[in-house]
């Protein structure tokens, strides 16, 4: 019998996270699929701690990620890239996730050469094209071409048929990180590094801190950074850990604004691991990550949003997400609220997860199986 043959295409350090549970699920699969796994390295470091973790090894790879690489080079490489490995290995399905620059190019170059599109992650909207940028219109663009939609939530599902999209093409999963978090959260782990080793978790306060997001380069993150250093002399006996994002402008912003602060901590990106680990540790994490709001709520951990908006509210209405966008005296109120009042801290801190059971992986080839059998 013909298997079907499926190629995951992804670049980025969250695409790797949550497409990881699904390449392991479609090779669990290997009687009837014939899985290839395309990256294009838009990420090449951050990327690689990925890859490693889950033990996956990439058929194919782009090796795109140039330092100071625009939207427009990226799309120009991937476009050009995928066509080549599509044109020659000619699969049933590619499978792409979320919003980056990588997925809706992927996304474009399968349809110009009329392979059918699975959309993992679909359905998320903030209703802003400018926020967050370019992710909203690059998600918009990729449920255009997609023929199969893996929406996470029943919301991310009426998002899609308000864009006319057909129901009987969406299919409601959960979202994949839930599955990656458990992966990574089921085995043992002891901080390798001895500045996390070293920390007193019972006794310390410790808030985890990400931010790269490219809508808030410049003063936003100007902003963010100097709440933070602020908080930091405030509460002088908590600790602030920043694992920096790779992206230069972040980190030379980070350390011309807090690099002298005693107890702000700039670390480099964490594996995934250990990352999971700090934030089950931590006391409050602030954040303008998309994932770190999906996987929070499962832990029961506070987070505080450095965005103006989200595309996820199902973690606003779960009660541990709170929006603070980037004014830096809201900032500082807000995190204030959550070091000084305990009733508030406990209301935020309950364990709930909108995000789905740590099965979407299996739905989504399930889906696959029935639909090209
Ligand atoms: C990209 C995605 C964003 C996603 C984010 C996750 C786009 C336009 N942006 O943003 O949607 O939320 O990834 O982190 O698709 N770099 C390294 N090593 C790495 C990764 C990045 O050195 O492993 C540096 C490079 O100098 C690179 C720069 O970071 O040029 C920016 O990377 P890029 O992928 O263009 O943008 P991100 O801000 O990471
Ligand atoms: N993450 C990680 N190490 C870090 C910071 C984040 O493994 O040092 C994980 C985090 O748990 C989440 C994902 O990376 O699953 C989020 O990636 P990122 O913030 O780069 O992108 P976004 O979610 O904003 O698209």
Redesign the pocket.
């Known amino acids: 019998m013909k298997k079907i043959k499926v190629v995951s295409i992804f670049g980025?350090?969250?695409e790797a996270?949550?497409m990881a549970p699904l390449v392991k699920e479609l090779e669990k699969r290997s009687d009837l699929i014939e899985s290839k796994v395309l990256i294009t390295a838009q990420h090449r470091e951050?990327l690689d701690?990925?890859l490693e973790i889950f033990e996956i090894k990439p058929d194919f790879d782009l090796n795109l990620m140039k330092h100071g690489q625009t939207i427009t080079d990226i799309t120009s490489g991937v476009l050009k890239g995928v066509e080549e490995v599509l044109s020659e290995y000619k699969p049933d399905i590619v499978l792409v996730h979320?919003d980056?620059t990588t997925t809706f190019s992927a996304a474009l170059a399968a349809f110009y050469q009329k392979v059918t599109v699975g959309h993992v992650e679909a359905g998320l909207r903030t209703g802003n094209i400018y926020s967050p940028y370019p992710e909203e219109m690059n998600r918009m663009l990729t449920g255009r071409l997609a023929t199969w939609h893996y929406a996470p939530t029943t919301l991310n599902r009426n998002n899609l048929l308000l864009e006319n999209v057909k129901d009987e093409n969406i299919i409601i999963t959960g979202n994949t990180?839930i599955d990656?978090l458990y992966y990574v959260t089921d085995k043992d782990y002891e901080f390798e590094s001895e500045e996390l080793r070293n920390i007193d978790f019972e006794n310390e306060k410790v808030i985890l801190l990400?931010c790269?997001?490219r809508e808030n380069w410049g003063t936003p993150m100007e902003n963010i950074f100097t709440a933070i250093k602020t908080l930091a002399s405030k509460y002088s006996d908590c600790k602030i850990i920043f694992?920096m994002?790779k992206n230069p402008l972040v980190r030379d912003t980070a350390k011309k604004i807090m690099g002298e602060s005693p107890n702000i901590i700039l670390t480099e990106?964490?594996?995934?691991q250990p990352?999971?680990k700090l934030?089950s540790k931590s006391y409050l994490i602030l954040?303008?990550?998309?994932?770190?709001q999906e996987?929070a709520p499962g832990l029961g951990k506070p987070v505080i949003v450095l965005r103006t908006e989200t595309e996820r509210p199902e973690a606003v209405e779960a009660g541990t997400v709170k929006i603070a966008g980037t004014d830096t005296d809201t900032i500082i109120d807000m995190v204030s609220v959550l070091m000084d009042n305990k009733e508030e801290y406990e209301a935020m801190s309950k364990a709930n997860n909108p995000y789905g059971d740590g099965k979407a992986a299996q739905r989504i080839v399930e889906n696959i199986i029935k639909e090209f059998s």
């Open positions: 980025t350090r969250p996270i949550k951050m701690q990925v979320g980056t990180v990656a990400t790269h997001r694992p994002h990106p964490l594996e995934y990352f999971a934030m954040t303008d990550s998309g994932g770190i996987e």
